[in-house]
């Protein structure tokens, strides 16, 4: 069996992505670079939101504590990060170079059995483990005791979501070199945010909010 960790996109994502890859496959005329401009946009918010700013609401139903502002402080800098970089690497493309971007939404479109349609990618077994355990010790009543775990295995996840969400779209991108090191700085900018917010916020947490932090991310990993 494979894991993966994936989200459903919205009805509004998913069928803008279906929409370009369908007019490409069938060589549509029209230029698609703004559809796959509006793709990029969309997609970088709802991976940032589903990562994220959708924990907020769900830290503070169980008391307020500091994880909600850590929470809003990252991904507001990353969205304000990415939507620099993407205007300045996005722009006008023929749909011969959108085609090849579009190598990266095939690439993270998950259609995996007896599921629903999910954004993401395969995620290493050992990574799936340690947050099945982690996981297994919050339920019980025992989260204390693997917050060292989870915040291990959480900078490992930031590191499987950088190279699959920026790594891999900036590899489809035909970039000069001044972008090159710009995405490569913006890069580092994101892993040593997301690293210290996540050593910050998972000590702070209380057992029913790493409870509801389990419930949410579990029900984003998938063995298949």
């Known amino acids: 069996m494979a894991t993966y960790f994936g989200?459903?996109?919205?009805?509004?994502?998913?069928?803008?992505?279906?929409?370009?890859?369908?007019?490409?496959a069938n060589k549509a005329p029209e230029a698609q670079y703004h559809l796959a401009n509006e793709i990029s946009l969309k997609l970088t918010d709802e991976i940032i939101d589903v990562l994220?700013?959708?924990?907020?609401?769900?830290?503070?139903?169980?008391?307020?504590?500091?994880?909600?502002?850590?929470?809003?402080?990252?991904?507001g800098f990353l969205k304000k990060t990415m939507h620099g970089m993407l205007k300045l690497m996005l722009g006008k493309?023929?749909?011969?170079?959108?085609?090849?971007?579009?190598?990266?939404?095939?690439?993270?479109?998950?259609?995996?059995?007896?599921?629903?349609?999910?954004?993401?990618?395969?995620?290493?077994?050992?990574?799936?483990?340690?947050?099945?355990?982690?996981?297994?010790?919050?339920?019980?009543?025992?989260?204390?005791?693997v917050t060292q775990e989870l915040v291990k295995t959480m900078q490992v996840f930031n590191e499987a979501c950088i190279v699959s969400f920026f790594d891999e779209f900036v590899a489809v991108l035909n970039l000069g070199m001044i972008n090159r090191k710009?995405?490569?700085?913006?890069?580092?900018?994101?892993?040593?945010?997301?690293?210290?917010?996540?050593?910050?916020?998972?000590?702070?947490?209380?057992?029913?909010?790493?409870?509801?932090?389990?419930a949410y991310f579990k029900a984003m990993l998938v063995e298949r």
């Open 7 to 24: 989200f459903e996109p919205s009805t509004g994502l998913k069928a803008d992505i279906d929409k370009l890859l369908a007019n490409l």
């Open 52 to 75: 994220l700013l959708n924990l907020v609401d769900l830290m503070q139903h169980h008391g307020e504590g500091e994880g909600g502002g850590l929470l809003k402080f990252l991904g």
């Open 93 to 145: 493309a023929d749909n011969a170079e959108v085609n090849k971007r579009a190598d990266y939404l095939r690439a993270r479109s998950l259609a995996l059995p007896n599921d629903v349609a999910r954004i993401g990618f395969k995620l290493d077994a050992d990574t799936y483990q340690h947050f099945m355990h982690a996981f297994a010790q919050i339920e019980a009543g025992n989260g204390k005791a």
């Open 182 to 214: 710009g995405a490569s700085v913006t890069r580092g900018l994101i892993q040593k945010e997301s690293n210290s917010t996540v050593e910050k916020l998972i000590p702070s947490l209380t057992d029913q909010q790493l409870k509801d932090l389990a």
